[in-house]
């Protein structure tokens, strides 16, 4: 990380991040392969991956890769995870976390006897303290610039992830055998039950030992002792923390095997080996019972960065799995070796494509805005865009929920996305443009990836329905290093783009359609949607949450904010050396199903 640059606003990136032409879209059931009657227990399965594995902390800021996260799924466990339908499962058998009160919302973690890191030092408490203050940013008194760079004062630990809820807790106190953390919010935060303790994967008694510390108690006294950070009364940088941070965020960054305890596991697998931007290898971790035991002795992951030869070593049997970059003639590839025993995994993940227009400009009148959206031909860009990359690709029909959950249906059906027609196939939908427009030829400029296929092709079927109805579009399209800039400095009408949901929770709600936020570039601003996004950022109950995301949903339609397409597909594959691979929207894509991933002789 560049040095000044502190992690909120990077989380915040990497949270919301910008999906281009590998949106992942929403989770229908996953979709397993067969069992075998050939599959054992025991044996080897490789794995490709795109990019190498560079560092044993996937949530720093120069951790946080798509392979690193993989690799830490497979290598530490922690209170839950999320399901293929974004369900929230908790593992009782790492330990449990209970809500004691609801005002102030009190939340207390403990972990189960036995749980413990691979060099058999148990999992405690101290862990969890590491966590909340390397993920919380409570301590950083940073002033920082319009850029995000550090002007003045400290910022210690630079996580790769929003810190806005964790921020609003009391000090964390842990109990007196160590084995429980409880936790106060000043607020209420409706994502309580993932932002701390899903996986647990830094090892705090490592890092007390490289800062000079003692042990990990010693540790947790250095995280009790020193005050709040506050911007407003800067004070010199403690020592002793900033080594424990400087650790905390770069100490674990190694392409090539480490020191064994910078390496240590609490999940299935253990990291054995690394061979630097060659390969990894995983062998089971025999001491853990803690969550369900994989069936492989070890796992080989080699990288190739190229889809097609990803797809190239699957077919020639030097490669097991793979999640190749998704694009239709890929698709068209792997089905075509399912004779040859390649089971391909196809489905939603977590990433949708969108209309978004611009509040400011030549659609400020709001007349305006629903006349354009009623020209966007969505029915037409699921049959030529979606459906060769998933031949069930539907149009989506709300910007706050997916498919797969239970509240889709009802917001789908009252939000008023449905009485856009779809466009060029449906004249009623011109004509309403046409009526609305009355006699106006407004320009308007469309900004997309001229690099991705998909949204090329998505924009020349919007600009000639628009054109229809009187629109002159002006093709503002930009290669993929330039449109995210233009995208973030409002020189639009019209994007194309795409989000990535977090799989559960609702803080990226906020973070999208408050007036002035970080990830708010067409300029929406409506009162009453604020309040309900600040109501929605402080309700830790779900079904409350729910009913405040349909209001939203609603009322960002109703303004026209833009039009949802459809979610984008994510696919991976595994030949006939393997069984139990699945289909997952996840991050960690087919690695969610790894426990039960078996050789195949």
Same mark, same amino acid.
């Given at each position: 990380?560049?040095?000044?640059?502190?992690?909120?606003?990077?989380?915040?990136?990497?949270?919301?991040?910008?999906?281009?032409?590998?949106?992942?879209?929403?989770?229908?059931?996953?979709?397993?392969?067969?069992?075998?009657?050939?599959?054992?227990?025991?044996?080897?399965?490789?794995?490709?991956?795109?990019?190498?594995?560079?560092?044993?902390?996937?949530?720093?800021?120069?951790?946080?890769?798509?392979?690193?996260?993989?690799?830490?799924?497979?290598?530490?466990?922690g209170f839950n995870t999320v399901d293929s339908d974004l369900k929230i499962v908790k593992n009782e058998q790492f330990g449990k976390y209970e809500k004691v009160k609801d005002n102030p919302l009190t939340i207390k973690y403990t972990i189960n006897d036995g749980v413990q890191w691979s060099d058999g030092e148990p999992v405690t408490a101290d862990d969890l303290m590491l966590q909340w203050a390397a993920l919380s940013g409570w301590y950083n008194d940073a002033v920082l610039d319009k850029n995000f760079a550090v002007t003045s004062g400290t910022a210690y630990f630079h996580s790769a992830g929003d810190h806005s809820g964790l921020a609003q807790t009391e000090r964390p106190v842990i109990s007196d055998d160590g084995k429980s953390l409880t936790l106060v919010y000043t607020k209420p935060f409706s994502d309580w039950e993932t932002v701390l303790g899903s996986t647990v994967s830094i090892p705090a008694h490592i890092v007390a030992v490289r800062a000079g510390l003692a042990d990990a108690p010693a540790l947790s006294r250095v995280l009790e002792s020193v005050p709040k950070g506050d911007p407003a009364k800067q004070t010199r940088p403690d020592p002793t923390l900033r080594k424990v941070a400087d650790f905390w965020n770069t100490g674990f960054d190694s392409r090539s095997m480490p020191d064994p305890t910078l390496a240590l596991s609490n999940g299935p697998y253990l990291v054995k080996g690394?061979?630097?931007?060659?390969?990894?290898?995983?062998?089971?971790?025999?001491?853990?019972?803690?969550?369900?035991?994989?069936?492989?002795?070890?796992?080989?992951?080699?990288?190739?960065?190229?889809?097609?030869?990803?797809?190239?070593?699957?077919?020639?049997?030097?490669?097991?799995?793979?999640?190749?970059?998704?694009?239709?003639?890929?698709?068209?590839?792997?089905?075509?070796?399912?004779? !040859? #025993?390649?089971? /391909?995994?196809?489905?939603?993940?977590?990433?949708?494509?969108? =209309?978004?227009?611009?509040?400011? &400009? @030549?659609?400020?009148?709001?007349?305006?805005?629903?006349?354009?959206?009623?020209?966007?031909?969505?029915?037409?860009?699921?049959?030529?865009?979606?459906?060769?990359?998933?031949?069930?690709?539907?149009?989506?029909?709300?910007?706050?929920?997916?498919?797969?959950?239970?509240?889709?249906?009802?917001?789908?059906?009252?939000?008023?996305?449905?009485?856009?027609?779809?466009?060029?196939?449906?004249?009623?939908?011109?004509?309403?443009?046409?009526?609305?427009?009355?006699g106006a030829k407004p320009t308007v400029r469309?900004?997309?990836?001229?690099?991705?296929?998909?949204?090329?092709?998505?924009?020349?079927?919007?600009?000639?329905?628009?054109?229809? !109805? #009187?629109?002159? /579009?002006?093709?503002?399209?930009?290669?993929?290093?330039?449109? =995210?800039?233009?995208?973030?400095? &409002? @020189?639009?009408?019209?994007?194309?783009?795409?989000?990535?949901?977090?799989?559960?929770?609702?803080?990226?709600?906020?973070?999208?359609?408050?007036?002035?936020?970080?990830?708010?570039?067409?300029?929406?601003?409506?009162?009453?949607?604020?309040?309900?996004?600040?109501?929605?950022?402080?309700e830790p109950d779900e079904a409350k949450q729910n009913a405040l995301k349909m209001q939203i949903d609603k009322l960002v339609i109703e303004a026209g904010y833009g039009l949802p397409l459809f979610q984008r597909a994510t696919v991976s594959a595994s030949g006939e050396h393997v069984s139990g691979v699945a289909h997952s929207p996840l991050e960690i894509g087919p690695w969610q199903s790894i426990a039960q991933w078996a050789s195949v002789k």
């Open positions: 990380m560049r040095p000044g640059r502190i992690s909120k606003v990077l989380a915040a990136a990497a949270a919301l991040a910008v999906v281009l032409s590998a949106c992942t879209g929403t989770p229908p059931a996953p979709n397993p392969t067969s069992a075998s009657p050939t599959a054992t227990v025991g044996g080897n399965v490789t794995v490709l991956e795109a990019a190498p594995f560079t560092s044993f902390n996937a949530a720093s800021v120069t951790g946080k890769t798509a392979t690193n996260t993989r690799i830490d799924a497979a290598t530490h466990s690394i061979t630097a931007d060659k390969e990894l290898v995983l062998t089971r971790n025999v001491d853990y019972v803690w969550g369900a035991v994989p069936k492989l002795d070890t796992l080989t992951v080699k990288y190739q960065a190229d889809p097609d030869k990803q797809i190239a070593a699957l077919e020639a049997g030097t490669a097991d799995v793979i999640s190749p970059a998704m694009s239709a003639e890929r698709v068209s590839a792997l089905n075509a070796l399912q004779p !040859a #025993g390649v089971q /391909v995994q196809l489905g939603s993940g977590l990433g949708f494509d969108q =209309v978004v227009l611009n509040f400011k &400009g @030549a659609l400020a009148a709001p007349d305006l805005r629903q006349a354009f959206l009623h020209t966007v031909p969505r029915q037409p860009i699921i049959d030529e865009v979606a459906k060769p990359l998933d031949a069930n690709a539907e149009v989506l029909n709300s910007f706050v929920f997916a498919p797969v959950q239970v509240p889709y249906k009802e917001s789908s059906a009252s939000n008023g996305s449905k009485d856009f027609a779809p466009g060029a196939v449906d004249p009623d939908g011109i004509t309403q443009a046409k009526e609305l427009l009355k469309v900004l997309y990836n001229k690099d991705d296929a998909e949204r090329v092709a998505q924009y020349q079927l919007i600009a000639a329905s628009a054109a229809e !109805a #009187g629109f002159s /579009v002006t093709d503002a399209g930009r290669n993929a290093k330039e449109w =995210v800039a233009a995208l973030k400095s &409002g @020189a639009f009408d019209v994007a194309l783009y795409g989000w990535s949901r977090n799989p559960a929770g609702s803080a990226q709600v906020p973070q999208i359609f408050r007036t002035g936020a970080a990830s708010n570039f067409n300029n929406f601003s409506n009162t009453v949607v604020d309040q309900l996004t600040d109501q929605l950022a402080l």
